[in-house]
């Protein structure tokens, strides 16, 4: 299998535990943080078809929790998720998982991992 691209925040912790996971089975994984390196908006318009902008908007974390009313009912569509998106990445669900074959995750489970893994 091709390289693995984990895309996250170091400090979140479900992005340590899959990192963690992947390291201890020898995975080659490319780590992209958001906090540093931004979301590369041309992945983001990949990853949107590929999981929906329902399940990659975080409306459980802090930064939503944050948001004003008005701005959490602004958000109704995948262009207006795109545009938060890239304005406050950390309201996206991580980690997101760019497979060797092309397919894009979400999230961490260890049997979803251990299914991609194969």
Avoid at 37 to 62: D, S
Avoid at 89 to 102: A, L, Q, T
Wanted: proline share 5%.
């Amino acid at each position: 299998m091709n390289a693995i691209t984990l895309y996250g925040i170091p400090n979140c912790d479900t992005v340590k535990k899959a990192r963690a996971w992947l390291a201890e089975r020898d995975a080659t994984v490319h780590f992209h943080d958001f906090k540093k390196q931004g979301v590369p908006e041309a992945r983001l318009a990949n990853w949107l078809p590929a999981v929906g902008w329902e399940k990659l908007l975080n409306r459980q974390g802090t930064t939503w929790r944050k948001l004003a009313p008005e701005a959490q009912a602004a958000v109704n569509d995948a262009s207006s998720a795109t545009a938060l998106m890239l304005r406050e990445p950390s309201i996206i669900k991580r980690p997101v998982v760019e497979w060797g074959d092309g397919r894009v995750t979400v999230g961490f489970s260890e049997a979803l991992f251990a299914e991609r893994l194969g």
